[in-house]
């Protein structure tokens, strides 16, 4: 079975605190991805990656970045954290180049007080 | 503007039921669809996908059908059980065929 897993299931962070969401795949995958999550607004794209130390902006990049040092890893920071990123993160990994069947992990709630 | 959304905010059907989940899509030039299940507390599950040169695809127990005339996909669940109730995701593919557009989701409650 593909494994995605998150680094945290819950995270209290402060306004303006440096903060950083790790996932690892376990299935040698091409491609990963990095949600956010809100009621009403479905999941949205962030950042992906298809490739070691390749990176391309999603839907909402702003205040946010990634880091793809190994291919199983797939780093999301927020450079100095505000209380709109207040969310549930959801990392995804897809073998196939291409928006195609993505495995989810668990997701990281994150509150930015 | 691409968007994907869903008839349906939430969805209660009886155990037993076939439940049907609504999918309107925007981007006609999209070459695969997606749905997803999520319970509470964990990330997404693949139910099943469809690409464009389809219009009925079947799984266990779920079939999803794809009008692209009207833009719009659907996922049928045959005799609905409590272990259905979640939130159910349809997904499309972006202009650039590099992303998923996921829409806002489906709470279905299965009573028994």
């Known amino acids: 079975d593909v494994k995605v897993t998150q680094s945290s299931r819950y995270l209290v962070k402060r306004t303006g605190e440096k903060v950083f969401l790790e996932c690892v795949q376990d299935m040698d995958h091409e491609n990963m991805f990095w949600y956010r999550q809100d009621p009403g607004l479905g999941l949205r794209l962030i950042y992906f990656s298809y490739d070691v130390k390749m990176k391309e902006k999603g839907d909402i990049p702003e205040g946010y970045s990634v880091s793809r040092e190994k291919k199983e890893r797939f780093s999301l920071i927020l450079e100095s954290a505000s209380t709109n990123q207040t969310s549930m993160y959801l990392c995804?990994?897809?073998?196939?180049?291409?928006?195609?069947?993505?495995?989810f992990g668990p997701g990281t709630r994150l509150t930015v007080t | 503007g691409e968007s994907v959304g869903l008839h349906l905010p939430t969805l209660s059907v009886q155990e037993g039921d076939n439940s049907i989940i609504n999918c309107a899509y925007s981007?006609?030039?999209?070459?695969?669809f997606i749905w997803y299940k999520q319970e509470s507390g964990k990330g997404p599950q693949f139910i099943i996908d469809i690409r464009s040169n389809m219009d009925k695809r079947q799984g266990q127990r779920v079939t999803v059908l794809l009008n692209k005339t009207v833009k719009h996909l659907s996922l049928q669940i045959a005799a609905t059980q409590p272990g259905d109730s979640a939130v159910y995701f349809c997904a499309e593919t972006n202009q650039a065929g590099t992303a998923l557009i996921f829409g806002k989701g489906t709470t279905l409650s299965v009573s028994s």
């Open positions: 981007n006609s030039a999209s070459d695969y």
């Open positions: 995804a990994s897809s073998v196939d180049r291409g928006p195609y069947e993505q495995y």
